[in-house]
């Protein structure tokens, strides 16, 4: 930590990750300044957080609706931050339903049913409050960190005279004098980063000078096993219903799907006022994560700049959503009949 004295660090990425990394750096007690790049509008990444101005105080948590901790170390930390009042124990009720046969459970929610390791008993489930994002906010309080929102950094420069790095955002502005540069992001040196925005992965592109100057050959070799990463693409949906459209008595916070087009249904909770927003009682908000086949399988109307595509597949998605409601609440409230006693 001591090579940190009086340096300058940019972090990309103010997703969980590069949020923790500032948080860590921030509180070294060491004279350093750090800058937080984001593409998006706030922090959060992959546990961010979208609003709607038609409907204030609706929120969407878009993407993990909670998380697991099994490591006693980051249990601790987590609990750490309780006094910052942005986490707390999920005690959501986590349901499943087989889209086959149509039956409905109560989900196994322990760490090890999600093929992560770890010691299922001591497990803990948490998530941000009042909503996801609120997590990396509070991991960015700090008098040493600023954050650059809506910034997509597009290339990595590195001077051999200075040591240090200069970034080029999207608008082709400049930000230099980096001693060091952290990348929370596999994107960065991903094939993806050309299919999702027409540009080079700009941490290939760095390596590949760096290659050639004779300088490293270290970015590159980076850039390359990034670019070997695998992943599965879904498709969030983001529903808000009129409390008279939505199906009564859903038993559960958050839905896992078996052999159906969707994976996962989160439903929102109603804002309090307590949470700085106004509730909206009116409406009821869900979340669902479409399975990665059915990603895969329409993966270009995701890219495509047809309105109607990405209307007639967020259609297909909504239909199929409510289905799924209507058919839970159909099954909660035949087993809340035959659990009611005979009358008499």
């Known amino acids: 930590m001591a090579a940190f004295k009086?340096?300058?660090v940019a972090v990309i990425g103010a997703g969980v990750t590069g949020s923790t990394?500032?948080?860590?750096l921030s509180?070294?007690?060491l004279p350093i300044a750090i800058d937080v790049f984001e593409m998006g509008r706030g922090p959060g990444g992959r546990a961010s957080t979208r609003f709607t101005r038609q409907l204030p105080g609706v929120w969407y948590n878009h993407g993990a609706p909670c998380f697991h901790v099994c490591d006693p170390a980051v249990t601790a930390f987590i609990e750490s931050l309780a006094g910052k009042q942005c986490i707390e124990e999920y005690k959501g009720k986590v349901m499943s339903i087989d889209w086959a046969t149509k039956g409905v459970r109560q989900a196994d929610t322990?760490?090890?049913?999600h093929g992560s390791s770890g010691d299922a008993e001591t497990c803990?489930?948490?998530?941000?409050?009042?909503?996801?994002?609120?997590?990396?906010?509070?991991l960015l309080?700090?008098?040493n960190i600023t954050k650059r929102e809506q910034t997509m950094i597009v290339e990595y420069c590195f001077d051999k005279t200075t040591q240090q790095w200069r970034l080029v955002d999207k608008q082709a502005k400049e930000y230099a004098g980096y001693d060091y540069l952290i990348i929370t992001s596999v994107t960065n040196g991903h094939p993806r980063f050309q299919k999702t925005f027409g540009l080079p992965p700009p941490l290939t592109v760095a390596g590949d000078r760096l290659a050639a100057a004779q300088v490293s050959d270290a970015v590159q070799r980076v850039a390359a096993m990034m670019g070997e990463v695998k992943s599965d693409p879904i498709f969030s949906l983001m529903v808000t219903y009129p409390v008279s459209d939505a199906p009564p008595s859903l038993p559960f916070d958050c839905l896992l799907i078996e052999n159906g087009m969707l994976s996962k249904v989160v439903q929102m909770p109603l804002p309090t006022p307590s949470a700085g927003h106004s509730p909206s009682p009116s409406h009821v908000s869900f979340v669902a994560h479409s399975t990665p086949a059915?990603?895969?399988e329409h993966i270009s109307v995701s890219a495509s700049s047809d309105p109607d595509a990405l209307d007639r597949?967020?259609?297909t998605m909504a239909d199929h959503l409510k289905m799924v409601l209507q058919t839970v609440a159909k099954e909660a409230a035949s087993k809340m009949d035959m659990d009611s006693p005979a009358a008499v």
């Open 27 to 29: 509180r070294s007690g």
């Open 124 to 138: 803990k489930i948490y998530r941000g409050v009042p909503h996801m994002a609120s997590l990396c906010s509070a």
């Open 141 to 143: 309080e700090g008098d």
């Open 313 to 315: 597949l967020a259609k």
């Open 294 to 296: 059915f990603a895969e």
């Open 6 to 8: 009086h340096q300058r």
């Open 110 to 113: 322990t760490r090890a049913s």
């Open 21 to 24: 990394i500032a948080h860590q």
